[in-house]
């Protein structure tokens, strides 16, 4: 683990953890204001980033982080997750342990490496 820390708002936490079971397929960007995450925006795949990007830019926000549910097969991103990503400094990654209690973890882009993930009060 890096020393790299990541506070994010209980609430964008709920949003992406309800995101996972909603429909098993979590995968999307997290907008911010001012470097804070505030806004949870699901896709189907990267293709569809565009457009969310385009709606970041419109409603004054930039790209905080892409977030995605990895296969149980793993816990820690690849290269692939990382790609198209220049912009934001932050992968959210939701997985599941072995005995299927649904985790959330980040990791920093300039290291590559899990970081502390804290959760505020709104």
Do not use: K
Request: one cysteine or more; proline letters at 7%; hydrophobic letters at 45%.
């Amino acid at each position: 683990m890096s020393g790299s820390v990541l506070t994010i708002p209980r609430s964008l936490a709920n949003a992406l953890l309800a995101d996972a079971q909603g429909h098993g397929g979590a995968y999307g960007l997290v907008g911010a204001r001012a470097g804070r995450p505030t806004s949870l925006y699901p896709c189907a795949a990267p293709a569809g980033e565009g457009p969310i990007l385009a709606l970041l830019q419109d409603r004054g926000e930039s790209l905080f982080a892409r977030y995605r549910l990895l296969p149980e097969s793993r816990s820690t991103p690849e290269a692939a997750d990382w790609a198209g990503l220049p912009d934001a400094a932050w992968l959210l990654v939701l997985s599941t342990d072995t005995q299927g209690v649904l985790a959330l973890r980040a990791f920093a882009r300039d290291d590559r490496q899990e970081a502390s993930l804290v959760l505020s009060g709104d």
